[in-house]
């Protein structure tokens, strides 16, 4: 396999054209994401059967891969791929087509996830793979031989590993669990950018509807700020104090700085465009402010059976050899509990009553919430020492 480090435009063209004929592609990327609005790629890695190369972006433009990421016919196989995913996102405009995450496949495969590269490439192949040019600055030119030797292992051994578990996955009927969260994965990025991704702020869910459409002036007035000076969020605006913010609302910069974090010269430059949005969000009409959210999203019995499900959860995973971890989170339970106690809506079905997970777990969970199963202990020195029995 040739190793090499591309910088010149035609040899990137030609790399591309093999990589169509290929097929398939391990992709990874190395980049810097501390002082910029979005990931700066610093470098990018491709591996197919035959070849394994780095792509300068700083010398090449990537346009054509972009192109290769979004088509139907090429595989593109990553690990841990949402950065991956971001970057096609950002290029191209639109999401990857055919991706495998060699990530997402292992904790079909194993009761860990999520395993890092090393990790996984140790248990699926056992080969030893070095972590030691982590904390590089891969912005800085010239790229030493070893930090190219290092970014090209990310992606050597990916194609073998695919192999492995697609082999493994069909045999077990899991291929298509795979392919599935995959492009869950892929919607959640898509997500990322949408209008709404205000709501995921902490502690948004405990403000008031004035406060609420505060915030989300805030935040939308951030995004544009940051975009447009390629500085992170936090630099502009703090999630913490963004919510303060939109708490406190006040009407003039004398009382906005009132808050010591607001001192800060990065924070306090913003403080006249600050007030502004404030001003802004409240003459809104009520109509279009924010609904406040519901406090029947939760109720008393919630930690309780929340708490009981994942002990069902976490059996049953065992016993099936899945990562718990990915199979379902504390809020996919909270989100279950909360769907039974509305009376399981059709139209509103939680992330574990769908798709492959409601296959794995979905009608052992919702008979234990319906007092149909009791379990009992069968054998305490297994992995899964629990047996869930319909009851008489």
């Known amino acids: 396999m040739s190793d090499r480090l591309v910088t010149s435009q035609s040899e990137f063209d030609d790399f591309c054209t093999h990589v169509r004929e290929a097929g398939a592609v391990a992709f990874d990327t190395e980049f810097i ?35 290769i990421m979004v088509d139907n016919e090429t595989t593109i196989v990553v690990h841990a791929g949402r950065e991956e995913t971001r970057f096609c996102l950002t290029h191209r405009g639109a999401p990857p087509r055919k991706m495998w995450d060699v990530q997402i496949a292992e904790g079909l ?10 990790r996984l490439i140790a248990r699926v192949l056992g080969k030893s793979v070095s972590s030691a040019e982590t904390r590089t600055d891969w912005s800085r030119r010239p790229l030493t031989t070893r930090q190219i030797s290092y970014a090209l292992d990310d992606v050597r051994f990916v194609l073998d ?7 493994w996955l069909d045999r077990e009927g899991r291929l298509s669990w795979a392919e599935e969260e995959t492009e869950r994965m892929i919607g959640e990025m898509l997500a990322e950018r ?10 948004v869910r405990r ?20 975009d447009k000076s390629n500085q992170p969020l936090r630099r ?17 910069e004398s009382e906005l700085l009132r808050s010591r974090e607001m001192g800060r010269p990065n924070f306090r430059r913003h403080a006249h465009e600050i007030v ?36 069902a959860l976490a059996n049953r995973c065992a016993e099936l050899g899945l990562s718990t971890g990915l199979v379902g989170t504390s809020n996919d339970l909270k989100e279950l509990v909360r769907w039974y106690n509305a009376g399981c809506p059709e139209h509103n079905r939680p992330t574990l009553e ?16 319906e007092g149909k199963v009791s379990l009992r202990v069968a054998d305490p020195s297994s992995d899964h020492p629990l047996v869930f029995e319909p009851v008489e």
């Open 33 to 67: 994401s501390e002082n910029t609005y979005r990931p700066q790629l610093c470098l990018a890695q491709f591996a197919t059967r035959e070849a394994c190369v780095a792509v300068d972006p700083f010398e090449v433009d990537l346009t054509e891969w972009w192109d």
């Open 109 to 118: 495969r194993c009761t860990n996830y999520p395993l890092s590269y090393e």
């Open 161 to 167: 590993v695919l192999d492995t578990q697609q082999k």
């Open 194 to 203: 949408g209008d709404d991704t205000w709501l995921r702020l902490s502690g």
């Open 207 to 226: 403000l008031r509807p004035k406060q609420l459409v505060v915030a989300r002036e805030l935040y939308r007035w951030r995004d544009r700020v940051a």
């Open 236 to 252: 502009i605006l703090r999630d913490d104090l963004l919510i303060d913010i939109a708490k406190r609302q006040p009407q003039t």
């Open 276 to 311: 502004s949005c404030v001003e802004r969000a409240l003459k809104l009409p009520k109509d279009q402010w924010p609904a406040a959210f519901s406090s029947k999203d939760s109720s008393p019995d919630e930690p309780v059976l929340g708490k009981l499900l994942a002990i």
């Open 354 to 369: 769908t798709g492959w997970r409601s296959e794995v777990c979905g009608d052992l969970l919702r008979q234990v919430l």
